[in-house]
């Protein structure tokens, strides 16, 4: 079936550092990639979001790449900062379909 | 203010003693699912719904059910609750079909079933 694979688990930088996760996904009819950030305790909000027609988005310190001939994209958070941590979870899903895939989620520490 | 409200946030129970989650959207959207969080396994999709009366299973539904009688709400029923059911749940909801847009969440319900 569909599968979203992330990595790493966890992650652990200092702030100002730069951060990448990275997603593989096998349904080749997915075309739209989201990603959520999950503070401890609070429910998961997105972030930024990417359509296959589109190779990068940026918002800020926030960015995500897509590749869509490997099947993989990936988040790109620079100049980290504290409040970067929690659990981050891509996604991936096709426009018009009814299921939404997430991977297992990376849980981002940012030591000050 | 849109809102995704479920209830209970958290509750205990125990083996078989039947129990719904509540949730409710006041955004008139079409879509709503339920999802369960477990460490290292993320976010699995246990049902959803595009409109009232229409639901199908996720990727996770056994020994849950839903309804969708009204397009504001979307409960989901834990007929005879098992300890493998101990997670963290949430309700999402997007105005049309997924990959449209954004997954709006609840605020989570926690679980435990002793």
């Not at chain 1, 972030?47 to 001939?69: M, P, Y």
């Not at chain 2, 958290?10 to 079409?30: A, D, W």
């Not at chain 2, 056994?62 to 397009?71: A, H, L, M, T």
């Not at chain 2, 059911?85 to 679980?111: H, I, N």
Request: proline share 5%; net charge neutral.
């Amino acid at each position: 079936g569909e599968n979203v694979e992330q990595h790493p688990s966890t992650l652990s930088v200092q702030e100002g550092d730069s951060a990448v996760i990275k997603c593989t996904y096998s349904d080749s009819a997915s075309n739209y990639f989201p990603w959520y950030k999950q503070e401890l305790g609070k429910r998961p909000q997105l972030i930024i979001d990417i359509r296959s027609n589109v190779g990068e988005k940026k918002d800020q310190r926030i960015a995500v790449t897509l590749n869509k001939t490997a099947k993989h994209f990936s988040l790109h958070i620079t100049e980290t900062q504290p409040e970067d941590s929690a659990v981050y979870f891509c996604a991936a899903s096709e426009t018009g379909g009814f299921k939404t895939i997430f991977g297992a989620g990376t849980r981002l520490f940012v030591k000050a | 203010e849109a809102q995704v409200t479920q209830n209970p946030r958290y509750l205990i129970t125990v083996t078989g003693k039947k129990l719904t989650v509540t949730c409710s959207q006041n955004m008139n959207h079409e879509y709503m699912s339920w999802y369960r969080q477990d460490p290292g396994l993320g976010l699995r999709q246990i049902y959803y719904s595009m409109n009232v009366e229409v639901t199908d299973k996720g990727d996770v539904p056994e020994g849950y059910k839903v309804s969708r009688k009204e397009k504001r709400n979307f409960p989901l029923i834990l007929e005879s609750p098992s300890p493998n059911q101990t997670s963290l749940y949430f309700c999402a909801t997007t105005p049309g079909a997924v990959g449209t847009g954004e997954l709006f969440f609840g605020e989570g319900s926690r679980l435990t079933v002793l």
